[in-house]
């Protein structure tokens, strides 16, 4: 038989397929799936998934990718670790971790959260895809590292994840191999920077507008990208379109021109160019983007003829102005708007010509428009004038180009953006530097504006056309080729000619070209401009010769370029060839200026036909030069000091000028200036005076490169001194002249000189010490003996001298020399001894005094500390006890205001290098550490607030400190105590303060990493103490209480903490906590048992206080550590049953109850739990002799409250009320048992509050009485316990009973149990009155107790309905199987409602449609089912109203109230069918339930604790019935009497409903079943019955007399006919029945015309026994007064068929009062009567009444219901299948025997209130709860089915390959 074997290769994989199990012994897959594998065989794999490893299984091999693993820890313990990169690794994790939420996020709705999380989810797997495929470059890996590590970090923090902690790199830290403090400052990073990325987010959903600062805050260089797409402008010639940034508010162009040459058929002149029209603008700085308005403008000149309409002979190629496109950019540049593809529109604006507009104007003078631009006016002002245009003409006419702003220099752009930018975009620069200069950035543009000119016309009668050739010569006159660029995207041109104006005289060009040209011919070159008329007709523009020119050189005669700014340049005219004669022009001046300052020319005699126009002409002409060059200089006095040697005279004042030359002119000639300045030091060296300008001039230079924007020149600068700089000797002068600055720093004079060179000393002493580095090299040691270490010595003695004067003086300098001079020490190291120099560093701290400068001296010794000096040990012997003191001084108790920041700071960076590897030796620096600042920091930490922003910082030393602290160290540091309250004072704090830090973390939640760091060091600590309290303080002698009591305490508030609850979080970051740190819990709550049991004799002392401590350890869902703490609670029973002296352990039982109680509802325990504690107290107590009885007794006692707790706690949360409501009483019957008064009164306001909630008043006064009942009407003081949470503040038992009454009475009245009201009203009363005659409150009480009274009699109570609920089958809980509940409604709360109420609470029961009681198979089926009737209430009449003419308000109380008793009827049928009268033979069946309690009380439902059945024969049905007719008739009489007021209509109905049917054969029934011999001779036992029943008969006819009497006497004109007809049929009625039956005659008193009482409504209710006692009847025969339950009973009407054969018990109405309207009275009458008359009828009469008719007449009841009432048809279809018959109306309440089977007549409800029994109240009666248990059996029971046999079972193939699918699985996209 085939083997499975192994697997050693095929270990990990993905599964590519879905795979459902077919059988037990497989494995189900879904895609994405990753698994473990086991074992392999035949196309089989064994294993696990990694999402669920307990279960294992087969699966077919083809369903899985194999992937790269290395397998760790062989065997049972296998571990599988991908061979992936940690990053990879480390999204898998994440985007598995994320699914589950992502799950959890769509079930609970929240889209937004839900979006986002989808959102991250995709770009990471898209990313992960990247990083797997291999094929990206190594730079862009690193960034795609960053952003997925940035992308993790914030998806983490907002779903409330940990926060992941990385190295520089982006890996994740690993704990074990990082120092406490780094990983502090690591975790304080990543939270600093996801908080950013959060606040990024947050803005750019705020406002879009600041998405631009998210991008580019940290750039200092920009490029503005355009796309030219299209240009549109019927222009016919060829142009020129120039494109430059502008900034209008300072009429300023800001950059070079873009050119691109447009041809005349509206395509670029260079074809291939189309489409690819593109330019970057290059160099912006952040000064640029916040420009308030900037511009892209556009020019365009077309190149053609002087006029557009010209022919062939006119001259074409002249450069004229046509037109100008300007937009405004302002958002795109502030990265408001950011969308390259978006196409923007400029529109074109055309100049006109001068002569044009002025014709325009004489011919249409007011047609002219205002803005028309004229092309004489400068560009400048047309530009402008565009901008402020709010509309331009452009007819559809200009340029479509796309906008982008990107952030960095060119080479950025190139790289970051290379789809937009490649080598052939145009660059065009700024006109000017970047923010930033870069060392490498080489650069010499000469930037040319043409300004304007004025040009005398001479002979001509207009103005000329003047157009200026420029060009570049050398001083011999040659031409330089191609120099000058009119625009970037087209190579230079050696002529450039400028726009011609038509007929202006002072034309305004503008016009800005670059001129490129190397270095070293600038000083040879000038510019060369020509003036030339330019004529429109061809013919005599070729004889138009130049009429003037002009020049200017490029370099000044001193060396100097060229300055920038406006030159007026002279015109000069003459011959044309002595105008290119450059040897002749060269000589003269070329501007105005130099003519100003120069030799006049009239003295030289070469030039008399070459004269300056000035003499003849006002011809001028003006330029503006801008240079950019990074080797040109403008500044005199810096080219003076480059060449000091051919100028040695000038070397002072040269040095001097030096300080005030731009910074830019400086590092453009850095090497050449330090070169400079050193020759000077040395070659000059015998006049001192230039070793202090140099030096001076050399801290200028090093403070200039510390500006932010030469900052990229520090490596230059570094460059220079370790490559370049070789003054061997330069270290002599430069210390000196430094020792005389610091030895002479009280001269004010050279204070600013001093700090400057204080800022400057890092670079100063690199100088330096490289100097000697050269010297030694050189020399060698011997040369200059010990004369540079004395030299620094010297220093330093001059600052130790210097610090120690008092602080007012040269405090700027002291705080300088302490923030600058630890910068040298790296540099000074290499040439001076390390040790001493840490010496004089010592010294130089120590003198400063004390409290002065205090945080500049601790930032100066954290720069020691994080120099090299502090990593070498013998230096740090010297530096750390000056360290070590200085920091106890500053966190000495004594210390004023300690600087936090600054001593964490360094008391950070002291443990951070002392936990390093390379750092040699460091026990004994963590001993001294320990021994002087251990107990300093853990008071800080004490002392320090929470919210302090240091207290993190402060915790971690004390981490850092404990965590390098070995064990040799903690039982040095318990030696250094020189007194044992020494001792117990340090253990006290400690552990106080750990306490704490556990208590309230100073970290923030998502600190994980730390947070288990810093509990596994305190673990260690806490067990490091342990063994001191063992050693010190537990025999009999030296025992310390106190101490050990704070251990325990700390130890459980340890292993409680949050951060180690590990069943709390996911299965992923549980497995990674046990894998990195194990269960904690364990480790203390085994130390926490030994250290009980060590206690011996001293236990009683912890005996109850240590019980809540112990049970909360117990808790911990640990199995191991609950089986080995829970018998301590044994050996705390056994302690106290033996040290007590009672013999028993009621301390400890009280405590254990208390503590229980508010554990599990604080939701520690379960179920498991409390079979454990059961369990084990079972099995120590039943070993012991003497408490194994009362043990038992005890743990079955703490199982059955344990079991109530949790049913409580698990109905806390599933949302049922009534459940909640069930298990706090069971809860509340529990503690009322145990007498713990306390606890059962807090669970009585819970009831009470649950009451409110539901708005149940009734069960919240009845709820609220027990409490009251458990106080005296007395003055003794109340207990605490007494006084809830919300109690009033009162002293006396008596005070607070009486503000329970009133509150119960508020409740009692808000429920409307104003019997029950008044009752504790009398009560309060009686106090009032006779105890504290307080007759203040009685006049209230009073005043309260009528209103009672009078709200009986009239106000509208509606009676609530009352229902069975049979809960059967073993789905329900135990509380609920197999148990019928009554339950009483709320108002107006139907059968239907309450159906649905309850099939909502249990949505899978199965609704019984019977009433019988269900069969055996129900009750032991594992389903639900649920059974729901309406009940009767059974009147249970206190004795005082027997037989009294009660008032119907009265009575209706009790038909619903104080009832313990209820009935249900079914009817059945007894013998065989009599088709003459079934009646007959139809039997009831009534059932009675009986509960514990009488309703109301603290529930709204009751077990049913008694059921009784009887039959009823039809004969005493009938007596029934007759009954209740004669009463009704009765009473209604009866209010007519009482009430003359009252409408007639009900009364008619009732008598016509009762006479008419009687008339036609409503008795016959009778006489046919009973009256006849064969039943008497059948029945003799029932004559009494028989007659009984003639006696009800013959009862009627009087009352009916009366009644028609009374019809008689409120007769309308309407009615009439209907009198008549009764009367007529009554007379016949009268005559047979009292000819059968005898007469009857009724009292006087019951039909007299009754006075009623002045405002009275009070209607008496008559019963039928008392009408038949009040009654005298002529036939001795049927005399016979049977006793009855009257109004309690319910009977049949004979002769009808069995579907509305079940009696009801009585429903009357409460009068309406008389107050109401008279109008809604009538209609509520009519509805009243119309109901009573229809259900009359359908229960008397023999014939059914037609079907239609009872329809409309239930249409009709339907319109006069009130709109509160209405029940839609659709509402009612849906709730029960019944018909429209079936339906009957809610209001007002019928007042019928009878009501159809299987349905209830609902009537007006009201919340149930009942009454209470004052004397003797009994317990509230809970159904014992237990929701947990509502769930279906059958999961808990089932039984996995056997395995198959073995068979060969080739796997399946894998499915046919189909379309890869997105995201299918929550591991997708996994492989």
């Known amino acids: ?67 790269e693993a290395t397998v760790q820890d062989g065997g049972q313990n296998e571990t599988v670790i991908p061979s992936e990169l940690p990053l990879v690794q480390e999204l898998t994790s994440t985007l598995r971790e994320w699914a589950v939420i992502w799950h959890q996020l769509y079930v609970e709705n929240k889209k937004t959260l839900f979006r986002q999380v989808q959102q991250m989810t995709y770009s990471l797997i898209e990313w992960r895809s990247q990083i797997l495929s291999g094929t990206l470059p190594k730079d862009e890996l690193a960034e795609l590292k960053k952003k997925v590590t940035a992308k993790i970090d914030y998806g983490n923090r907002i779903l409330g994840l940990d926060l992941v902690v990385r190295d520089d790199n982006g890996n994740i830290l690993d704990p074990d191999a990082t120092s406490t403090i780094a990983l502090f400052k690591a975790h304080e990073t990543a939270s600093e920077r996801v908080n950013e990325r959060i606040q990024e987010e947050r803005s750019l959903q705020q406002d879009l507008g600041l998405r631009g600062q998210a991008i580019f805050n940290s750039t200092h ?53 189309l489409n690819n029209l593109q330019a970057v603008f290059t160099d912006l700085s952040s000064s640029d983007l916040i420009r308030p308005r900037i511009s892209l403008v556009c020019q365009i000149v077309r190149v053609g003829h002087m006029e557009l309409k010209e022919g062939k002979k006119h001259t074409c190629g002249l450069r004229r102005p046509f037109g100008v496109a300007v937009m405004d950019i302002t958002d795109i540049i502030h990265g408001k708007v950011d969308d390259e593809e978006k196409q923007h529109f400029i529109p074109f604006q055309q100049i006109a010509m001068e ?5 325009r104007q004489l011919i249409m003078a007011p047609l002219i428009t205002s803005h028309v631009i004229g092309e004489n006016e400068p560009l400048t002002s047309v530009f402008n004038k565009v901008i402020a245009a709010k509309e331009v003409n452009h007819k559809g006419q200009g340029l479509w180009v796309s906008l982008k702003l990107l952030p960095g220099d060119l080479a950025q752009v190139q790289k970051d953006f290379s789809h937009l930018v490649d080598r052939s975009t145009a660059v065009a620069r700024k006109m000017g530097f970047p923010e930033i200069i870069l060392p490498g950035d080489v650069r010499n543009d000469i930037y040319i504006t043409l300004v304007h000119g004025e040009f005398d016309k001479g002979k001509k009668k207009t103005p000329k056309n003047v157009e200026v050739t420029m060009s570049v010569h050398d001083e011999d006159g040659n031409l330089v080729e191609k120099a000058i660029h009119p625009g970037a995207g087209y190579e230079g041109i050696s002529e450039y000619k400028s726009v011609v104006y038509y007929q202006v005289k002072q034309p305004c060009w503008y016009e800005t070209v670059k001129v490129s040209i190397a270095i070293e011919e600038v000083s040879r070159c000038h510019l060369r401009f020509t003036f030339r008329h330019r004529s429109s007709q061809e013919s005599r523009d070729k004889s138009e010769k130049a009429f003037g020119m002009a020049f200017v050189k490029l370099m000044n005669a001193d060396g100097t370029t060229l300055q920038d700014g406006r030159h007026n340049l002279i015109v000069y005219k003459g011959e044309n060839k002595k105008m290119e004669d450059a040897k002749c022009y060269l000589t003269l001046p070329g501007t105005k200026m130099e003519e100003r300052d120069g030799p006049s020319v009239k003295h030289q005699p070469h030039i008399t036909n070459f004269t300056p126009t000035k003499d003849s002409t006002k011809d001028s002409f003006q330029i503006a030069t801008l240079i950019c060059s990074t080797k040109l200089t403008q500044n005199v006095d810096l080219l003076g000091l480059l060449n000091w040697r051919s100028n040695s005279q000038n070397i002072g004042h040269n040095l001097k000028k ?23 030091m040395m070659e000059m060296s015998d006049n001192e005076s230039y070793d202090f300008l140099v030096f001076d001039a050399l801290v200028f230079i090093i403070s200039l490169i510390g500006d932010i924007k030469f900052q990229h020149f520090n490596p230059v600068l570094e460059t220079y001194i370790y490559k370049h700089f070789s003054a061997t000797l330069a270290y002599v002068k430069l210390t000196k002249v430094l020792n005389y600055y610091v030895g002479n720093a009280e001269d004010a004079t050279k204070t600013e000189l001093l700090f400057a060179a204080l800022k400057a000393l890092k670079y100063l002493f690199r100088f330096i010490v490289q100097s000697r580095v050269l010297y030694l090299r050189f020399y060698g040691k011997s040369e200059d003996g010990d004369e540079f270490n004395n030299a620094i010595r010297k220093l330093f003695l001059s600052f130790n001298v210097l610090m120690d004067r008092p602080l007012e003086e040269a405090v700027k300098i002291k705080g300088a020399a302490l923030k600058y001079l630890p910068s040298i020490i790296n540099d000074v190291k290499l040439v001076f001894d390390p040790v001493e120099l840490s010496v004089l560093f010592s010294k130089f701290i120590q003198s400063i005094p004390d409290n002065q400068l205090v945080r500049q001296k601790l930032n100066c010794m954290t720069k020691i500390v994080d120099s090299d000096l502090f990593r070498q040990a013998e230096c740090r012997d010297v530096l750390l006890p000056l360290l070590v003191d200085q920091l106890s001084g500053q966190l000495d108790d004594n210390s004023s205001k300690p600087d936090h920041e600054a001593c964490s700071q360094l008391l950070s960076n002291i443990l951070e290098v002392l936990d390093r590897k390379e750092v040699g030796p460091t026990a004994v620096h963590i001993q001294l550490i320990m021994e002087r600042l251990l107990r300093r920091i853990n008071r800080t930490v004490i002392g320090m607030s929470r919210q302090s922003p240091h207290i993190g910082s402060f915790v971690a030393c004390m981490t850092a400190i404990l965590r390098q602290m070995e064990d040799s160290h903690y039982n040095h540091y318990i030696s250094t105590f020189k007194t044992r309250q020494d001792l117990i004072d340090f253990l006290m704090e400690t552990f106080i303060m750990f306490k704490d830090l556990i208590g ?28 001191v309290l063992n050693r010190f303080f537990l025999d009999q002698t030296s025992f310390e209480l106190q101490l050990w009591n704070n251990y325990f305490h700390l130890a459980v508030a340890f292993l409680t903490h949050d951060s180690l609850q590990l069943e709390n979080f996911s299965q992923a970051k549980r497995n990674k906590m046990v894998k990195k740190y194990g269960d904690m819990r364990k480790d203390i709550g085994f130390k926490i048992r030994d250290m009980w049991y060590n206690l011996g004799p001293h236990k009683i002392k912890f005996i109850p206080s240590m019980v809540g401590p112990v049970l909360e350890v117990t808790l911990t869902p640990e199995p191991e550590l609950q089986k080995a703490t829970i018998p301590i609670f044994f050996d705390m029973m056994q302690c106290e049953f033996n040290f007590s002296g009672s013999r028993n352990f009621h301390m400890f039982e009280n405590e254990l109850i208390t503590k229980l109680d508010q554990e599990v509802e604080g939701g520690r325990g379960d179920e498991s739990y ?26 079955l006692l703490v199982s059955s409250l344990l079991e109530n707790l949790l049913d409580y706690r698990t109905s806390m949360h599933d949302g049922s009320k009534e459940n909640r409501m069930s298990c706090t009483v069971n809860v509340l019957n529990f503690y009322k048992e145990k007498k713990r008064e306390d606890i059962y009164i807090r669970y009585l306001y819970k009831l009470r509050d649950l009451h409110i909630e539901c708005e149940n008043y009734t069960e919240a006064a009845y709820t609220l009485l027990l409490h009251a009942e458990l106080l005296q009407w007395s003055d003794k003081p109340c207990t605490p316990h007494l006084l809830q949470r919300d109690s009033y503040y009162v002293y006396s038992q008596q005070e607070l009973k009486e503000k329970l009454y009133q509150e119960i009475i508020a409740f009692f009245d808000k429920g409307k149990m104003w019997e029950k009201a008044i009752q504790l009203s009398k009560e309060l009363a009686e106090m009032y009155e006779n105890k504290v005659f307080d007759y203040e409150g009685l006049s209230i009480l009073l005043k309260k107790w009528a209103t009672f009274y009078e709200n009986i009699m009239k106000a509208m109570r509606p009676q609530p309905e009352y229902f069975a609920v049979g809960y059967y089958g073993h789905g329900f809980p135990s509380f609920l199987r197999n148990k019928i509940f009554i339950y009483r409604g709320k108002e107006y709360e139907r059968r239907e409602d309450f159906n649905l109420k309850l099939l909502t609470q249990f949505p899978n029961a199965e609704k019984l449609s019977n009433t019988t009681p269900p069969p055996d198979e129900i009750k032991a089926s594992l389903k639900q089912y649920v059974q729901c009737f309406t009940v009767k209430p059974v009147m249970n009449l206190p004795p005082n109203f027997k037989d009294k003419p009660v008032p119907e308000q009265i009575l209706n109380f009790y038909r619903a109230n104080e009832v313990q008793q209820f009935t249900h009827s079914r009817p059945f049928r007894k013998g065989e069918k009599d088709p003459e009268n079934e009646f007959a033979t139809m039997w009831i069946e009534r059932t009675t339930y009986t509960t514990a309690y009488s309703f109301p009380g603290i529930l709204k439902w009751l077990e049913v604790k008694q059921v009784s059945t009887e039959e009823i024969s039809p004969l005493e049905n009938a007596i029934e019935t007759m009954e209740l007719t004669n009463e009704k008739i009765s009473n209604s009489v009866q209010q007519h009497a009482w009430d003359r007021t009252l409408p007639v209509h009900p009364l008619s109905m009732l008598l016509n409903g009762i006479v008419d049917p009687a008339v036609m054969g409503g008795y016959t029934n009778y006489e046919k079943a009973f009256f006849t011999e064969k039943y008497i001779q059948e029945h003799p036992e029932d004559q009494a019955k028989i007659d009984l029943l003639k006696q009800l008969i013959a009862l009627q006819m009087p009352l009916l007399a009366e009644g028609i009497r009374i019809h008689g006497e409120k007769l309308t004109e309407q009615l009439k006919p209907l009198h008549d007809r009764l009367s007529s049929c009554f007379k016949e009625l009268r005559g047979k029945v009292e000819k059968l039956y005898g007469v009857i005659t009724l009292p006087s008193s019951l039909t007299e015309r009754k006075q009623s009482r002045s405002g009275s409504v009070v209607l008496p209710y008559i019963m039928s026994s008392t009408l038949r006692r009040l009654s005298v009847t002529s036939v001795t025969s049927s005399v016979g007064s049977t006793s009855s339950t009257s109004s309690d009973s319910t009977s049949s009407r004979p002769g009808s068929d069995g579907s509305i054969l079940e009696p009801l018990v009585e429903r009357r109405i409460s009068a309406t009062s008389r107050t109401e309207e008279l109008s809604a009275k009538d209609d509520a009458e009519n509805r009243i009567n119309k109901f009573k008359r229809k259900e009359w009828k359908s229960q008397v009469i023999v014939e059914k009444e037609p079907e239609a008719e009872l329809t409309s007449k239930m249409n009709m009841l339907g319109k006069t219901r009130p709109k509160s009432l209405q029940l839609g ?16 109306p809610l209001s007002p309440p019928p007042i019928t025997p009878k009501t159809p089977r299987t349905q209830s007549f609902p009537s007006l409800q009201t919340d149930g209130l009942a009454v209470m029994n004052a004397q003797n109240p009994p317990p509230p009666p809970p159904p014992k709860c237990k929701p947990c248990e509502n769930s279906n059996g059958r999961n808990s029971m089932e039984v996995a089915p056997p395995l198959p046999s073995r068979r060969e079972v080739r796997p399946p193939p894998p499915p046919p390959k189909a379309r890869k699918s997105s995201v299918i699985s929550s591991e997708q996209g996994l492989q």
């Open 1000 to 1027: 309230k973390n100073v970290y923030a939640n998502d600190w994980m990493v730390m947070t288990m760091m810093q509990s596994r060091v305190f673990l260690r600590a806490i067990n490091q103490y342990t063994s």
């Open 355 to 359: 002569t044009y507009i002025r014709q």
């Open 1 to 67: 038989m085939a083997r499975w074997i192994p697997t050693k290769r095929e270990k990990y994989g993905v599964a590519i397929y879905n795979y459902d199990a077919a059988r037990d012994v497989e494995l189900s897959l879904q895609v994405g799936d990753t698994v473990h594998i086991l074992e392999m065989h035949e196309g089989w794999y064994r294993g696990y998934t990694l999402r669920n490893k307990a279960k294992k299984g087969i699966f077919p091999s083809t369903y899985i990718h194999l992937k």
């Open 658 to 680: 030096l300080m005030e030359v731009d910074g830019g002119e400086i590092v453009k000639f850095l090497q050449d200036t330090l070169d400079a300045l050193f020759n000077i």
């Open 1170 to 1195: 409390k079979i454990l504690l059961e369990k084990l107290l079972l099995e120590h107590c039943r070993k012991h002799k003497y408490l194994s009885s009362s043990g038992e007794v005890f743990a």
């Open 1769 to 1784: 048809e659709s509402r009612l279809t849906l709730l029960q299948a019944s018909s429209l018959q079936q339906t009957m």
């Open 221 to 273: 260089t920009y490029s503005l990208y355009v796309n030219v797409k299209n240009f549109v402008c019927n222009i016919g010639e060829d142009a020129e379109l120039l494109m430059s940034l502008y900034d209008p508010d300072q009429s300023l162009f800001i950059s070079e021109n873009y050119l691109v040459r447009w041809g005349s058929t509206g395509m670029p002149k260079e074809i291939e160019k």
